[in-house]
């Protein structure tokens, strides 16, 4: 019995620019359902009120590192906050399934994720940064340019953190969350938060340091790395961004069939 | 013309540590390091424009086969062809022909039944203008215009199974995989599914569904495998499945006056007789001879016919059977 084939046109599809599309129709729905689930509220707006309240109140703290400190933790917490939940929310309700058959690949699904977390972050890391301006009379001394590139750089290498906290294959988004606090605190605790870079010993091993430093020059000071201290830092940004999306495509592409089994 | 064809598929899971030694709930079979063999080479073809029917008990590896066939799960050995493309392969161009809707699937709760079409829509690539054109039409026909601003948070089981139904449409897809597709529905969404199913199988769609409904499957199947413990045990129309258990097959009949149950059971073509009320149930082996046999010994005995039915066998008792006989040749 003969076969018919699919048109070849049809093969098409699987191109890089119409699953670049696709990932962008992805991140549109993950920020239409995901932006205000509970674990998104807790994680991205109540920690980093919480932790900045914990970390600051009764301390002297210059301005310029309440600033830098503030935005690092706010991006970093609100970036990695919609990533890990959507994987096993969508078990949970049922959608994942139905989203999988859809032309698109699981790389296609992660950058979804990607694009949506770095959208949430970098509206809410704007908050502080607007609250300093205004109410600490900070100014942009040197440039907006600088912060803005630091937040877009450090907006993407979060996110792509956070898919890496979605690779357990669970249902349940509670176990997600304490997984995810069990990661993303220690790297906060290690980092520069309200203080001098060079007086944190483990901050180089945070990709948090290095925003932190894109944001403390931007705001008039000078980089601890030197005189190219903040394209080092962006490179350093970007390299954690592309390693963390690479790792998290090999990883969920091992763990995926664990969610369909039985 | 084939629209799918599966050659020696297998499905292996390596199961959880916690889970090893059983626990799973199904008759899977477990090998010595714990594997469980959800599907073992199994084969079948279903032709273009074909209902194809695929049945078996619980844990049989129906899902498991329907996930392979649409790309959410890589099969351990075998392959899946869909129009002559490797499904595993080219994913992405299979995906872009087929409509799925999973067994317990669910919309997006927070979505309205609108918002969900024009989101699935849009990931098929299929353009705004098209895409409005298609989710009214198709919400009209699923009886779920009035409601198409509503999140589908509200709506009932059946209308979640119709909206669902209706994203797998979207697409105009070429083959529809449907898994489970009336399982647990009302009446009225249970028909309107069928009719569909019917509607877009004579659009020329390829229709390939798991059921338990015996029901849904004698009356929308052209063809129907049966799997049990990850194989194929019987593949044919329902009519020659049902016709495997001609034991089955069986008269009742009525009479106005006494005939004696064991007069009957003399008769050569009868295999045993059973009373029922007013009457008796006669098993046969040859519907033909029989009537033939008992037409001549009621005249003979002057007896009156009040009342006679063929009694068919049905498919579900088939199916039990077949299941039956598979388990115990294992």
Same mark, same amino acid.
């Given at each position: 019995m003969s076969e018919e084939m699919i048109p070849l046109e049809k093969t098409r599809t699987s191109t890089f620019t119409t699953q670049m599309k696709r990932s962008f129709i992805i991140a549109k729905k993950d920020l239409k359902i995901y932006y205000n689930k509970p674990p998104v509220l807790i994680q991205g707006i109540f920690f980093p009120i919480i932790l900045f309240i914990a970390m600051t109140v009764g301390r002297n703290v210059q301005p310029l590192y309440l600033i830098s400190g503030l935005m690092a933790m706010t991006i970093f917490l609100t970036s990695t906050s919609i990533g890990p939940i959507v994987f096993p929310w969508e078990s949970m309700r049922r959608t994942f399934e139905r989203l999988i058959t859809c032309p698109i690949s699981i790389k296609t699904i992660l950058l979804g994720s990607v694009w949506s977390s770095f959208i949430y972050g970098i509206l809410f890391s704007l908050i502080p940064l607007i609250?300093?301006?205004i109410f600490l009379s900070m100014e942009l001394t040197i440039s907006l340019a600088i912060v803005i590139l630091g937040i877009i750089m450090?907006?993407?290498a979060f996110a792509c953190f956070g898919l890496i906290l979605s690779v357990p294959?669970? +249902?349940?988004?509670?176990?997600?969350?304490?997984?995810?606090? !069990?990661?993303?605190?220690p790297l906060i605790f290690i980092s520069p938060l309200f203080m001098a870079i060079s007086s944190s010993p483990l901050a180089f091993i945070s990709p948090l340091t290095y925003f932190i430093d894109i944001v403390n020059v931007g705001l008039? +000071?000078?980089?601890?790395f030197g005189s190219f201290g903040i394209l080092l830092d962006a490179g350093i940004l970007l390299a954690f961004g592309f390693g963390f999306l690479y790792l998290s495509f090999a990883l969920h592409g091992k763990t995926l069939e664990k969610r369909f089994r039985g | 013309m084939n629209a799918i064809v599966v050659e020696n598929l297998s499905k292996q899971y390596t199961l959880p540590k916690r889970s090893k030694g059983g626990g799973m709930g199904t008759k899977k079979t477990q090998n010595t390091q714990g594997n469980v063999q959800a599907v073992d080479s199994i084969g079948f073809k279903v032709k273009k424009g074909e209902i194809f029917g695929f049945l078996g008990p619980n844990g049989a590896g129906k899902t498991t086969t329907i996930r392979m066939m649409t790309g959410v799960l890589k099969p351990t050995a075998g392959k899946i062809k869909i129009f002559g493309l490797d499904a595993w392969k080219n994913q992405i161009a299979v995906k872009q022909v087929i409509g799925n809707v999973p067994e317990m699937a669910n919309t997006y709760l927070s979505f309205s039944g609108w918002q969900n079409l024009m989101f699935i829509g849009e990931l098929y690539g299929v353009s705004k203008e098209e895409r409005i054109k298609r989710a009214e039409n198709l919400l009209k026909r699923f009886d779920l215009y009035e409601k198409r +601003?509503?999140?589908?948070?509200?709506?009932?089981?059946?209308?979640?199974?119709?909206? !669902?139904?209706c994203m797998a449409l979207m697409s105009n897809p070429k083959i529809l995989f449907l898994d489970e597709p009336t399982s647990g529905l009302d009446v009225q969404s249970a028909k309107i599914i069928k009719q569909i199913i019917r509607e877009y199988n004579e659009r020329g769609v390829t229709i390939f569904l798991t059921t338990h409904d015996m029901e849904v499957a004698n009356e929308l199947c052209h063809r129907i495998a049966i799997i049990n413990h990850g194989k194929i045990i019987s593949l044919d129309t329902p009519d020659n499945i049902k016709r495997l258990i001609?034991?089955?097959q069986a008269i009742d009949i009525y009479f106005t006056n006494g005939v004696k149950r064991q007069d009957i059971e003399k008769l050569p073509t009868v295999k045993e007789v059973q009373e029922i009320k007013n009457g008796f149930r006669v098993i046969i082996e040859n519907i033909h001879d029989s009537i033939c046999e008992l037409v001549e010994f009621i005249k003979e005995?002057?007896?009156t016919i009040?009342?006679?039915?063929?009694?068919e066998p049905k498919l579900e008792e088939a199916f039990l059977k077949i299941i039956e006989r598979g388990s115990k040749n294992e």
């Open positions: 609250l300093g301006m450090a907006g993407f294959s669970t +249902d349940t988004p509670g176990n997600t969350m304490i997984f995810t606090i !069990l990661i993303k605190f008039g +000071d000078i980089s601890v | +601003d509503v999140k589908t948070k509200k709506y009932s089981k059946g209308m979640q199974q119709r909206l !669902l139904l001609q034991e089955h005995s002057n007896a009040k009342n006679l039915n063929t009694h």
